[in-house]
């Protein structure tokens, strides 16, 4: 099975409990830092808040990208982008 081209992955960081949202956002600032201080370029980054005490911070790479991404920051989850 040939592998398909231009694969994104949703990289995840949770964040929970009564300042969820502000570490979120902070999180966000070094996130950006990483991706300019190691080359890693992004398709989309972004916070999402689904209630006072749960926010997440995401990063939406590049296959190529995601195992420098998974072993230097340990996102908590992934998935696949697709977007539709």
């Known amino acids: 099975?040939?592998?398909?081209?231009?694969?994104?992955?949703?990289?995840?960081?949770?964040f929970r409990g009564p300042n969820a949202a502000h570490t979120a956002e902070h999180f966000r600032k070094h996130l950006e830092e990483f991706a300019l201080a190691e080359q890693v370029t992004f398709h989309k980054m972004g916070v999402e808040h689904y209630s006072p005490s749960h926010s997440i911070v995401f990063m939406v790479v590049s296959e190529d990208h995601v195992k420098k991404?998974?072993?230097?920051?340990?996102?908590?989850?992934?998935?696949?982008?697709?977007?539709?």
Do not use: C, F
């Not at 040939?2 to 949703?10: C, D, F, Q, R």
């Not at 991404?69 to 539709?84: A, I, K, M």
């Open 69 to 84: 991404v998974r072993s230097l920051l340990r996102p908590n989850r992934g998935e696949r982008y697709s977007e539709t």
């Open 1 to 14: 099975m040939e592998k398909a081209l231009n694969t994104k992955i949703k990289a995840i960081w949770d």
